[in-house]
């Protein structure tokens, strides 16, 4: 019924659900933060390098996703070797550690995104207030990376012979 190339597939299929649901809620976070930087600096183009912060930092979660993906590419020889014949559950093993990364990235890079576009209202009354509102964002973030790590630590922990 299933072969020995199907734990390799879901393998695949656990990097590219990292990937994919990082980039998104990154693509999602980092719009809403530009169109919310877009307004303020159509009015106060001096504060664009302060604007551009906000907007950067829901973009990590993609980052964090590509990493996920590239380490379960990696532990299965993808990348950098050749492609190890893994049974069914370590396929299983591998799609289920891609979750925590990829889930994690699509809610904390759209609410982080949130966070920084009202935070980038904050600075346009106040250009002051850019610290405040970077650590507003940032705590978003701190998710995001707990998803990284327990991604990490699953990945490292499957044995794949």
Known sequence: MFNIDTGLALAVAGAA???ALGGIGSSIGVGLAGQAGTGVISEKPELFGKILLLQALPGTQGIYGFLGALLILIQVGLIGGNATQISLS???????AGLPVGLAG???????GRASAAGLNAVAKDATNTGKAVIMSAMVETYAVLGLLVSVLLIFGIQVS
Do not use: D, M, V
């Open 17 to 19: 659900i990292a990937a």
């Open 90 to 96: 370590t396929g299983w093993q591998f799609f289920f």
């Open 106 to 112: 699509l809610y904390s890079g759209i609410y982080q």
